[in-house]
């Protein structure tokens, strides 16, 4: 893997840079992108002739997040030194500039580097790395698959169990267990089990309303595996055959959410993918408590871009994974939220790839 690493920080170079330019690296998921690993509180230096990972000694729980690639030269700070102020301080006879991720840094840390390297005139990288983070490589879909496999069966065994009377947060507990059981690092994000009245809200936080006869349950989950995450997000009735009103209000968003997959090719505008998913549920009198974004893209964090929205540029390419994950919220009755996790695939390849599979048949468990 060296080789894709030394590859992808040619990539960022070939972006920010003139000869002699450098670029430092702070956030956690670019670090781990361009290093392979991101000890806590780590700064990757872009030097001219040599890239140096800046890291504190390594905790003893973090050894996934610590295993850089083997080809980097790494430095170790002792004591409260700060890796980014480290690495200026590397560069501190060099002139010219520095590329740093502002969104990154805070103001004092901002003029600690001024500080600490008064030659170099620091410039903002501006998303340089998150934007290659977009298209994945054949290996990076590999282990969201796999992610994706693992929050499928953390699903499917808790559909399986008795349901009725136990509360949505005993419920969220046990499918982060069984993501773990499964494989997974850990969950990609908060799971979230909603039902009745909560059913269908965006990331509702699970509380100690127990599960009745007649509701909707919404669980919203994914897994991380080797730092990839992924997520998938179901509506199902609880005991008895669904009411009218559940049926009417589940067969518009999968609708709405089918809609939106298989408008997920290579050279669709992202706004247009958004409006495959939004148009028929704002057709249907639901416009109100819509989510800003209709899909977004996953990887190294579970928001990433592009981001499906009315407002959103550019297009879709190939190899780039996100989620279709529309939702109907209706205040004191409750709601649908069906989610999934494709990658966009050409139509000659078969078009997009569904990782998350479980059934979007609307059950009554």
Not at 113 to 137: C, F, H, I, N
């Amino acid at each position: 893997m060296s080789e894709v690493y030394a590859s992808r920080r040619a990539r960022l170079r070939d972006h920010y840079g003139a000869t002699g330019a450098a670029a430092l690296v702070c956030g956690p998921a670019n670090v781990r992108y361009l290093a392979g690993g991101a000890p806590p509180g780590a700064a990757l230096l872009l030097a001219p002739g040599e890239d140096v990972l800046f890291h504190p000694r390594a905790q003893a729980d973090d050894e996934q997040s610590c295993r850089v690639d083997g080809g980097l030269r790494t430095a170790l700070c002792e004591g409260p030194d700060d890796p980014a102020v480290a690495a200026a301080r590397f560069l501190a006879r060099a002139e010219g500039p520095l590329a740093v991720e502002e969104d990154h840094l805070t103001v004092a840390r901002h003029r600690a580097l001024a500080a600490a390297a008064p030659g170099l005139r620091l410039t903002d990288l501006a998303g340089a790395v998150e934007q290659l983070r977009v298209v994945k490589d054949e290996e990076e879909v590999s282990r969201l698959r796999i992610a994706a496999e693992i929050a499928d069966q953390a699903l499917g065994e808790l559909l399986e169990s008795i349901l009725v009377g136990r509360t949505e947060r005993h419920l969220a507990l046990e499918l982060d267990r069984r993501l773990v059981d499964h494989g997974a690092d850990g969950p990609a994000f908060p799971t979230s089990v909603a039902t009745g009245p909560h059913s269908g809200r965006a990331a509702h936080r699970p509380s100690d309303r127990r599960v009745e006869e007649g509701d909707f349950l919404t669980v919203t989950l994914g897994a991380e595996y080797r730092g990839y995450r992924c997520g998938i997000g179901r509506t199902f009735v609880i005991g008895t055959a669904p009411a009218d009103w559940q049926i009417e209000l589940y067969e518009l968003v999968f609708a709405a959410q089918r809609a939106g997959r298989e408008s997920l090719l290579p050279g669709v505008g992202c706004r247009e993918a958004d409006h495959a998913v939004r148009h028929r549920l704002v057709a249907a009198g639901h416009e109100e408590g819509l989510d800003p974004c209709t899909g977004h893209g996953v990887g190294l964090e579970i928001v990433e871009e592009p981001q499906l929205a009315p407002s959103a540029m550019g297009k879709l390419d190939a190899c780039v994974p996100v989620t279709v994950g529309p939702g109907v919220h209706l205040p004191g009755r409750g709601g649908v939220r069906i989610d999934d996790t494709l990658v966009v695939r050409p139509e000659a390849d078969g078009g997009p790839e569904l990782l998350t599979i479980t059934t979007k048949e609307l059950l009554a468990l």
